[in-house]
Structures are given as C-alpha cells and as structure tokens.
C-alpha cells in the first residue's frame, strides 16, 4: 500500500514537472517571438502571462497530488475547490496588475493575456497527454477481506465470462 501510494505522488508529480516544462518552454518562446515583433513590453507581458499560469497551475497540482496521496476519496473535491481557487488566484493577479499600471507602461495587456490563455491550454493538453499515458491505479486492489476473491468480484467471473469456462 505504501509502495502504491509512494509510486502515485511521484507519477504525479512527473506529470506536473513535465507539464511545467512544456508551459515555460513554450512560454519563453511566445517571449521571443513577442520581443522581436513588437517589443520588449510583449516579451515581458508573455514571461508574466506564462509565469502566472506555472505558478498557479503548479501549486494547484502539487496540493492534489499530496490530498490524493494521503486520502485519495478527497481527491475529486479537493481537486474542484482547486481548480476555483485557480481561477480566483488569476482573477486577482490579473486584477493586481491592471491597477498597479503595469499594463499601460511595462507590460503588453495583449501578450499577456494570451500568454494566459495560451499557457493554461498547452498546461492542460499536456497535462491530460500525460496523465493519460500514465499508469496511476484508481484504487488499491490489495484487499484483507478473505471472503474476496482473486479476480476482483464476488463470483469468480472474470472478463472472459463464468467461472469453469461456461458461455450462455
């Protein structure tokens, strides 16, 4: 069970390490393109825009990753109330920003709203790409229940049918 629990948070946190890098390879990139088209306030609007998305994306991942680690029956709710907290901590930075006047004079509003937009749907498509390719059980399938029986149900079945070989 330890082993299981261990080799899940470390595949999670493979695919999240993953997932980061491919946000901020991408996000560095955006940079680039940005400064050489239009300047430098766009190529700081992008660091800022991908910074962001890393920053929240990440930490939202790690506390999930660490609930589903220690009391995997949370992990949904936990997960939900995340993802809105997500969305909360972007809002006011973005907000932040908007005030601090950062958007009039050093940053590009332009790229670093699509560095947001872009950053979270690279974040996402990589982390789903990932995760799916991942081998992380749903559930321990060890069980101290003796009544149980090897093949996971009640009566013997198993995929193939009825236990003995009998097809209707």
Avoid: F, H
């Avoid at 239009?38 to 609930?67: D, E, K, M, S």
């Avoid at 029956?73 to 809105?84: D, I």
């Avoid at 390719?133 to 029986?149: K, N, V």
């Amino acid at each position: 069970m330890l082993l299981a629990l261990r080799t899940t948070r470390e595949s999670g946190v493979a695919v999240l390490l993953r997932g980061a890098a491919v946000t901020l390879v991408l996000g560095l990139l955006a940079a680039v393109v940005g400064g050489l088209t239009v300047g430098a306030p766009a190529a700081w609007g992008a660091v800022c825009g991908t910074a962001l998305v890393v920053l929240v994306a990440a930490g939202g991942a790690l506390v999930v990753n660490a609930v589903a680690g220690v009391l995997p029956s949370a992990s949904m709710l936990v997960a939900l109330l995340t993802y809105t907290l997500q969305l909360l901590l972007v809002l006011l930075a973005l907000l932040g920003l908007e005030r601090s006047g950062l958007l009039e004079t050093t940053l590009d509003r332009t790229w670093v709203g699509g560095a947001v937009i872009g950053g979270v749907l690279v974040w996402l498509g990589t982390q789903v790409a990932l995760a799916t390719g991942t081998r992380i059980p749903a559930y321990d399938l060890t069980s101290d229940d003796p009544s149980a029986s090897p093949s996971g149900s009640p009566s013997g079945a198993t995929p193939e049918g009825p236990k003995g070989g009998d097809r209707p």
